[in-house]
């Protein structure tokens, strides 16, 4: 009993000592800033998509040190903490390569499975950020489906639903993982209508992704989606939502007519996203946006084959 209440707190004089580590780093980082090799500047795309607020690196030795802990320790204090350092870290392409070669990966893809909600988004941050790596998206996909699952069925609008989203859009930017979530596409539309505004943005950034490859048209025009999904097109929604409902209608339309195919009737039932947005109730809104008060909306209409 001795032994293990000893090891319980080194492990979590580690975290603590690390956090001291980093406040007296942000204390003294500008006298410092000069000096070569002390810091590396995170990639653009990974400081983009991190939401943590640390900029130092941790060495290849001590992440190591930290990933052993994350996966011996049950403490859920000790493991919150290790998965933001991790996340922050990983936020740095250099640590994007060493996490993954110090099979980190699955140590922190474990934590999804965590009850711990918090526990939870912190893994899921932490493989957001690791995810713009395109290599470490190989070892992240055997997650796709179990994220998916707990975005639709967890709490709307909650600070893990968000998280998933964020790592299922990373992981769609490229066309490789896109086929993943081909069965969950009317579960985003249902999402698109459901949501906060926050959310509104993520799900359409995700099927923004989607809608780029003609591979995925037919999926998307096929999904059930509830009529109330034209009011998205109306003069008064938000500015960052109707751009990108816009440019969902552009790109989707662009894609049937790369291939030939808006001319032809396409087989798609009634009560799925084709009949909305080529529907006369979806082109007299498109009709009526070529008079938007703002320049980007209107622009962004006579960009849409047929408007």
Known sequence: MGGARDVGWVAAGL??????????????RGRRRGVPGLRLRPSRSAEDLTNGSYDDILNAEQLQKLLYLLESTEDPVIIERALVTLGNNAAFSVNQVTIRELGGIPIIG????NPNQSIKEKALNALNNLSVNVENQIKIKVYVSQVCEDVFSGPLNSAVQLAGLRL????????????????????????????????????????????ENPAMTD?????????????????HVAKEILLRVLTLFQNI???????????????????????????????????????????????KVTMIPKF
């Open 110 to 113: 474990s934590k999804i499975n």
């Open 168 to 211: 299922l859009t990373n992981m769609t930017v490229t066309n490789d993982h896109q086929h993943m979530l081909s069965c969950y596409i009317t579960d985003l539309f249902h999402l698109l209508l459901t949501g906060n505004g926050g959310t509104k943005v993520q799900v359409l950034k995700l099927l923004l992704n989607l809608s």
């Open 253 to 299: 339309t662009t894609c049937l007519e790369k291939e030939g195919r808006l001319a032809i009737q396409p087989t798609f039932t009634e009560g799925s996203l084709f009949y909305l947005l080529y529907g006369e109730e979806c082109a007299q809104k498109m009709r009526a946006l070529v008079y938007h008060h703002d320049a980007d909306v209107k622009e």
């Open 219 to 235: 999926g998307l025009l096929g999904a059930k989606v509830d009529s109330s999904f034209l009011s998205l097109y109306d003069g």
């Open 15 to 28: 975290v603590l000592a690390a956090g001291a580590c980093y406040c007296f780093y942000r204390l003294t």
